[in-house]
């Protein structure tokens, strides 16, 4: 472990001098003295009157899914910059700062999520356990709260590219680069001693990450990349095929039917994997052994649920008590959205979630004058087609009318096609970062319900192909184990535990993890974690649970990893 700090000219000088402490260095003078020169980033001038400093002591932050309870002491440090020759630019950016004593030589930046680029304090205080510098930006897009899309049009039909390289990757590069730099100067590290240099985020913020090191090759030593909303093109427009299922089906299933298709799911397919404990750790296994054909005329019933509401937004309507058995519909419009998306001519055109993830994008709406249940248009593919493919100031689309299958592929190649430098995020050559020596830990949940387990499969599939498609298949998973690891966690939903599998938990110390693996070169084999699950096993091999034992075996199962691969047939290129 590399815990030394350079103390410099003030060591050599030695006697009695005062170590620095985090009063000392959380002031503006202190940090406007620390900042780059004004040379150091060709293109950028930072604003040295912009600074702000904020010291919190003592605070207490309870467990997350990212870390563990810890009481911490940080500085919160926030400056602007712009960049030379464009109007009115101005981008935010803040780094939590350690104290002297705590700083252990690591650079962290966070992620965001949706269409926000920084998560505000959900990842960060990880870093400062594990001290680190650690950073978050504002994409330039007016304030830490401001999301990209309330920038993204600059009138209807016109795009503001800048916003969306950005976005894309611009924002992240800078936000890393300056922050590498004055967490140098700030704790006044030498020239020749290391500051490793990390990165956190899931969702979008796993997209983030990824447009990174695919990018970027020196500029992280290590990554953890969560459940990354990668193949971006597809991956919005794809929130809105549960919704097209159901229109070109011609039924709206009551949430309480989907709801009990899912638990009769978990309820098959939990002992699949050895281990009765309501968690699916093998959905690979529930695809080859459970068709939700078998749940045909279940009775189910649910209580009447109120909206559910999210700093102001609601996330999910009220419901009806509801009851019923199960319907050959129902059970028609679950097998359609699990096959994954097919256009008219049989090709495949997009992956689904994994047996057992709930059916998220399939939520209906309760008519309470008709008593009916109808279409409830997915706000994250909504969004997506009528702000960033037609160009029109709208939060969501009105209708789906006329939309099939085929409207679906096509506007997926239309987002590909236009966002394919910026947003799509697949580049599968990850040469460079290999060279370079970084090391990224990707996780993700198996039963996420809004990235598809299946997308993150098939891009380690596509780097592994690209670059090592000459070996057999385990040399080359041997050959990626070098720098890039993928761990598929156990009942795990989208970026944290599932409500619905309780028992099964997420990964808190992988950022240690990839700390441990890029500073004391100990390459992690399995992901620890808590419950009845208390290690995930890396791709290709998976969890099998033998003899009551708490830890699985990682095994491999060829007929399983061959339900993970893909043959995108609708697109003329290949789809990494
Ligand atoms: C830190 O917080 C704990 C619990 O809130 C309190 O007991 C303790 O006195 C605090 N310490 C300092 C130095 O403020
Ligand atoms: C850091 O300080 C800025 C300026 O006060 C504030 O907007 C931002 O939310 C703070 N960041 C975090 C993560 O607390
Ligand atoms: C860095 O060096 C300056 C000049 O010697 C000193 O004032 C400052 O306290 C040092 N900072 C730290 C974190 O040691
Ligand atoms: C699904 O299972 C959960 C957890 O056991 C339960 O609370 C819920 O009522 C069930 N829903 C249905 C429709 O059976
Ligand atoms: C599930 O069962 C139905 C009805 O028997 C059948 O039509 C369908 O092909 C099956 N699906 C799979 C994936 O086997
Ligand atoms: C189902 O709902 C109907 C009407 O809402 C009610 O009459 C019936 O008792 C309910 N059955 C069960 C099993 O809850
Ligand atoms: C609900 O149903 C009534 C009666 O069919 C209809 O007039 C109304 O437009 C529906 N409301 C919505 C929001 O669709
Ligand atoms: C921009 O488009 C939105 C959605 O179509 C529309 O409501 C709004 O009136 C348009 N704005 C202007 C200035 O035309
Ligand atoms: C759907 O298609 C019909 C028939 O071509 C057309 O009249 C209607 O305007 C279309 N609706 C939308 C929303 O485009
Ligand atoms: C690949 O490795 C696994 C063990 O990890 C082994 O079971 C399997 O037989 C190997 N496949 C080939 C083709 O060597
Ligand atoms: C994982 O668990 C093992 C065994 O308990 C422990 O030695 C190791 O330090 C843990 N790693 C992390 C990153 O927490
Ligand atoms: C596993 O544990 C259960 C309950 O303790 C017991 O009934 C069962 O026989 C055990 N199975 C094996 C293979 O040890
Ligand atoms: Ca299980």
Known sequence: MHHTRSLGLAATAAVAVQAATLQDICSVSYVQAALPASDFFPGLTLDPSSVTTAITTNSSVAESDWYNAATIDYCNVTLAYSHNGIANDIVHISYW????????NRYLSTGGGGLAINSGSTYIPTGIINGAVSGQTDGGFGSFDNQWDSVFLLANDTINWQSVYMFGYQAHHELATIGKQLAKSIYNVSD??????????CSEGGREGWSQVQRFADQFDGAVIGAPAIRYGQQQVNHLTSNVVQQTI????????????????????????GQADGVISRSDLCKLNFNVSSTLGTAYSCDATAAQVMGG??????SPAQNGTITAEGIEV??????????????????????????????????ETSDTWGLDISSLGGEWVARYLELQDASTLSTLDNYTYDTLRDLMIEGQTRYGDSLQTTQPD??????????????HGEQDNSIPTGSSVHYYESVRSVMFGDMSYNASTAAMDDFYRLFLVPGGAHCGTNTAQPNGQWPQTTFETVIEWVEGAVAPDTLNTTGTINSICRWPLRPMWTDNNTSPSCVYDQASIDTWMYDFDAYSTPLY
């Open 430 to 443: 990850l040469s460079s970062l290999q060279s370079a020596g970084a090391k990224v830990i990707h996780v």
């Open 313 to 318: 937004i609601t996330i999910g309507a009220a």
């Open 192 to 201: 020749s001693e290391t500051v490793y240099s990390y990165y956190l985020g």
């Open 250 to 273: 011609g039924y709206y299933p009551p949430t309480c039917e989907l709801e009990a298709i899912m638990n009769l799911t978990i309820a098959a397919c939990d002992s699949l994997d």
């Open 97 to 104: 700062i350690p104290a002297p004593n705590d700083f252990q």
């Open 334 to 367: 679950a097998n359609t959205i699990l096959n994954g998306l097919y256009d008219s001519n049989g090709k495949f055109v997009y992956l689904s979630y994994q047996p057992g993830a709930s059916f998220a994008d399939a939520a209906t709406t309760y008519n």
